[in-house]
């Protein structure tokens, strides 16, 4: 559990509160992906409330900041609505895999309902640094134009990063009142998700996070267009699910190649045992059979080597060019890895 | 994406220019541009050429001198930083320099004598703020020479990277001049990159650091292992202390130091090195200088920050 102070609290729409908290101490801070989420909890007065789960909202900041949005509508975010600068919040975290791999990813599409927009928010503002070259479209559904949290920021983000793009869907037909909002009046129909999952968003990644009929209904619309179902991840604010899973990672990939690995390097030690010891206890056997004394016995050693290797060093040593360039590629041996030395 | 580099003799020491692109062809461009930017930057601002803009204005010290719009940048950015550390920078260090024994530039054929006019080796050591601004003019104190050896490498990559930046199109970049070195972006899959630490006194890698969220990152090393040797019977370092105008005495070897801004890497590195061990975490707090690392004669290596792999 770590401890956190609240920096500063601010209603980002009508019902919706967006609360900053700082480390109270530098080794409360922690690194965590767009996406990801924490739970928290606070004291009502002398009681410990329940921890409750939020997306961050606020891309990964050097300081260890963390944000969340909430949407006001029950006991314990009305307890945490009323939070004041310096107070003292306890925090777990960061939880989930709802995050972009760009390894994996090579066009994200973001499907937000509502205040599930929370977890989209820091991807987007995250992009333009973590993830300079990846498309993202961000489809974000809300009821009206006077309630859709962030908006302005959304459109602001929009227009600085030539890779985002950003549709407005309002459900009850009022007029957004930022210009330049790329709007449609209704919700996210079949008519778009056959837009976003065919052309050039076939092998897109889409990213799902809204009420629960809009994360139980998208995944099967999604895969009934022949989307791969790893590539459909849902979250729905409290708790992590997936339609899918995401594929081998590099993790897995890992412990089965050294199970695999570990399994035949067993397999070579028995076998080479068989080898060296089978015609010895045969002509032991032979032996004992044709003597009369049978008091010796035969002890098997089994020896296994471990093999150390050493660590390889990837400092290049300076070559001395004598001011002549040169341009070596990625597939060159030439290529001198980044080393800090004393200039 | 692809992945290109070059590397050249620059400033006395190895450059090393890697950009992952698109299209090679943008790369080659922004080569060209980059080196050519570094060449202009020598050309006016080495101590080792007689007919730098750096040599006109030490030649005319204690008259005002009409300097360029680069150099006015340069020394005002050199001054600020002197104020920064209070004193532990300073731009003011090259007779001392001389005197201790470093003369010649590295690159120039062993023996060569250094050329006419760069020698200062009878002026004093003045306080940066007895550097007198007037329009594009500027004054420095009679009998004295500036040095820009401890702030030119860090501050021109800032320059470089703000050109890469300012065209776009660029996945990422790291940049080294002589073991000061600036990056963004990813490498190649995206992988963020790692940037060695080498040894103080070797080639093996003893640390890394990872730039994980590809913002602009730097970091320099600076230390008492290069850039030495024997004169007039006395061992000497470039590392100069401007409190006692001779070469630092101290118990670090080299001091790493990685910070968003090059300029501040090049510097704050100096300054730790001249600081020693006991004054080192002070003076790093109060530079606001979050991951450095020490490599020290008693202490071996001492680690700070959590940008550390």
Not at chain 1, 75 to 104: K, Y
Not at chain 1, 261 to 266: E, F, M, P, R, S
Not at chain 1, 316 to 327: A, E, R
Not at chain 2, 147 to 173: E, H, T
């Amino acid at each position: 559990m770590r401890e956190f102070i609240v920096e500063s609290t601010k209603n980002v729409s009508p019902g919706v509160v967006n609360l900053t908290f700082r480390p109270a101490r530098p080794s409360d801070a922690f690194d965590f992906e767009p996406g990801q989420y924490i739970s928290f909890g606070f004291k009502r007065g002398a009681r410990p409330s329940p921890m409750r789960c939020f997306s961050l909202v606020n891309a990964p900041d050097e300081r260890g900041y963390l944000q969340i949005a909430f949407r006001v509508e029950g006991p314990f975010t009305q307890s945490a609505a009323r939070l004041r600068r310096g107070d003292r919040v306890m925090v777990q975290g960061p939880f989930g895999e709802f995050t972009i791999s760009p390894r994996q990813d090579r066009r994200v599409v973001m499907l937000a309902g509502g205040i599930g927009i929370t977890p989209f928010m820091s991807m987007v503002r995250a992009a333009k640094d973590r993830y300079p070259m990846l498309p993202m479209t961000l489809l974000y559904g809300c009821r009206s134009a006077s309630d859709i949290p962030y908006a302005e920021e959304l459109l602001r983000l929009e227009n600085a990063d030539p890779n985002l793009q950003v549709i407005f869907f309002i459900s009850d037909g009022s007029r957004l009142r930022q210009s330049g909002a790329q709007v449609v009046h209704g919700r996210i129909d079949d008519a778009w998700l056959d837009k976003v999952s065919s052309g050039s968003f076939i092998g897109s990644t889409y990213f799902i996070c809204g009420p629960k009929r809009m994360t139980e209904a998208l995944p099967a619309q999604l895969i009934a267009r022949d989307i791969d179902p790893s590539r459909v991840v849902t979250e729905s604010f409290t708790q992590t699910s997936q339609a899918g899973q995401r594929g081998w990672g590099i993790p897995r990939i890992t412990y089965a190649l050294a199970a695999v690995g570990t399994l035949a390097v067993i397999g070579i030690i028995m076998g080479l045992d068989l080898v060296r010891q089978v015609p010895k206890l045969v002509a032991q056997q032979a032996k004992n059979n044709s003597s009369t004394s049978s008091n010796s016995n035969n002890t098997n050693d089994a020896t296994a080597n471990t093999s150390t290797s050493g660590a390889t060093d990837n400092t290049s040593s300076t070559s001395n060019t004598n001011s002549s360039t040169s341009t070596s590629d990625s597939s060159s041996s030439t290529y001198q890895q980044p080393v800090s030395s004393v200039s | 994406m692809k992945r290109l580099q070059q590397t050249k003799q620059v400033l006395g020491s190895e450059g090393v220019l890697t950009l992952v692109v698109r299209h090679e062809t943008q790369a080659l461009e922004l080569f060209a541009a980059l080196w050519q930017t570094i060449a202009d930057f020598e050309q006016r601002f080495s101590r080792f050429l007689s007919d730098s803009e750096l040599t006109k204005v030490n030649q005319n010290a204690g008259h005002p001198t009409e300097v360029s719009a680069e150099f006015l940048a340069l020394l005002q950015t050199a001054k600020m930083y002197a104020s920064k550390t209070d004193g532990l920078y300073n731009p003011f260090i090259l007779p001392a320099l001389q005197r201790s024994g470093y003369a010649g530039s590295w690159v120039a054929p062993k023996g060569e004598a250094p050329a006419k006019g760069t020698q200062f080796t009878g002026g004093n050591l003045a306080s940066y703020e007895d550097i007198l601004f007037d329009g594009s003019t500027v004054t420095i104190p009679a009998n004295t020479a500036l040095d820009f050896g401890g702030i030119g490498k860090g501050y021109l990559l800032d320059l470089l990277a703000d050109s890469i930046d300012a065209k776009g199109q660029v996945g990422g970049y790291w940049l080294s001049l002589g073991g000061d070195i600036v990056c963004a972006g990813y490498n190649l899959d995206n992988k963020p990159w790692d940037i060695g630490i080498q040894q103080a006194q070797g080639k093996n890698t003893v640390a890394r650091i990872r730039n994980k969220f590809g913002k602009r990152m730097a970091v320099a090393s600076s230390g008492t292992t290069k850039r030495q040797g024997v004169h007039e019977g006395k061992a000497w370092h470039h590392i100069i202390d401007p409190r006692t105008g001779a070469p630092a005495t101290t118990d670090i070897l080299t001091a790493t130091v990685s910070v968003p801004k090059a300029v501040e890497a090049d510097v704050f590195a100096k300054c730790l090195v001249i600081a020693t061990v006991a004054a080192s975490s002070k003076l790093a707090d109060t530079l606001h200088i979050r991951d450095y690392l020490l490599q020290t004669t008693q202490r071996g290596i001492i680690m700070q920050g959590r940008g550390w792999a």
